[in-house]
């Protein structure tokens, strides 16, 4: 399979590593120099475009990869504001669209796991939940994308949760997430849930970039020939 790289900082060269470990070729590579400048002709010689660059950006190569009728695995967060936009725009014109706040495989079983825990812990109103997302210092939006996809999850299942607030909170209408920025730590995540007795807590720590490249690696094999709009949940059949 031939890729496009939209994005070549260190999630990138990552992913052309894992690419290439896979028997891909990469085709074209779209960095802070070349970022305005590509060409429509240069994505059309890639089958996939994975996409790991920063929000602002994001937008523009979701449309060129639509406009060369390229399928296009998105990792770039911070951008949801113009989803359902996105998303209309993706099935109007018929393309492929894959996108994930977390493309890390052990992520997507903590998704679950924290989608059944935040269940099983609905009726026990004596527990407060609260978050907290540690990243590198590198990463730009806060909080994390994965951990605004978990306190969505939380916020489904614990009514007298409204909204999400990403700093710590004594209101109980409010879901407190905490971001820390720590040297290059790639990304932890926990969802605690505490009463005056006790404490219950799941984490996931990821040890390297090397479990998201893979994921988007394996996202764009996957989605090549499919149309619409995808994500990890119909690539792992949850």
């Keep these: 399979m031939n890729i496009a ?3 070549y900082g260190k999630m990138g060269k990552e992913i052309e590593q894992i690419a290439l470990s896979r028997g891909h070729n990469i085709v074209l590579k779209v960095d802070v120099n070349n970022a305005n400048t590509y060409a429509i002709e240069e994505l059309a010689k ?5 996409e790991f660059s920063t929000p602002e950006s994001a937008i523009n190569n979701i449309y060129k990869c639509f406009e060369a009728g390229l399928p296009v695995v998105v990792g770039t967060t911070g951008w949801l504001n113009k989803w359902n936009e996105i998303e209309h725009l993706c099935i109007e014109n018929n393309q492929t669209l894959f996108y994930a ?3 890390s495989i052990g992520v997507n079983i ?8 935040a269940k099983l812990m609905a009726p026990y109103t004596e527990y407060n939940v609260s978050m907290e997302e540690i990243h590198h210092i590198h990463k730009l939006d806060s ?6 996809s978990l306190a969505n999850q939380v916020l489904t299942q614990i009514k007298n949760k409204k909204k999400w607030v990403n700093n710590s909170t004594n209101n109980r209408d409010e879901l407190g997430i905490i971001s820390k920025r720590i040297d290059e730590v790639p990304g932890t995540h926990t969802v605690a849930y505490s009463s005056s007795v006790d404490e219950i807590s799941i984490t996931h720590q990821a040890h390297n970039r090397k479990g998201f490249a893979l994921g988007a690696v394996i ?3 996957w989605i090549i020939s499919k149309k619409g ?4 949940s119909d690539l792992m059949q949850f």
Excluded: C, Q, R, W
């Design 110 to 117: 903590f998704f679950k796991l924290n989608e059944h825990l």
């Design 5 to 7: 790289l939209l994005g």
């Design 229 to 232: 709009v995808f994500s990890m």
């Design 46 to 50: 890639a089958d996939a475009a994975i």
């Design 219 to 221: 996202a764009a094999e």
């Design 143 to 148: 909080p994390s994308g994965t951990a605004i």
């Design 101 to 103: 706040s977390n493309y």
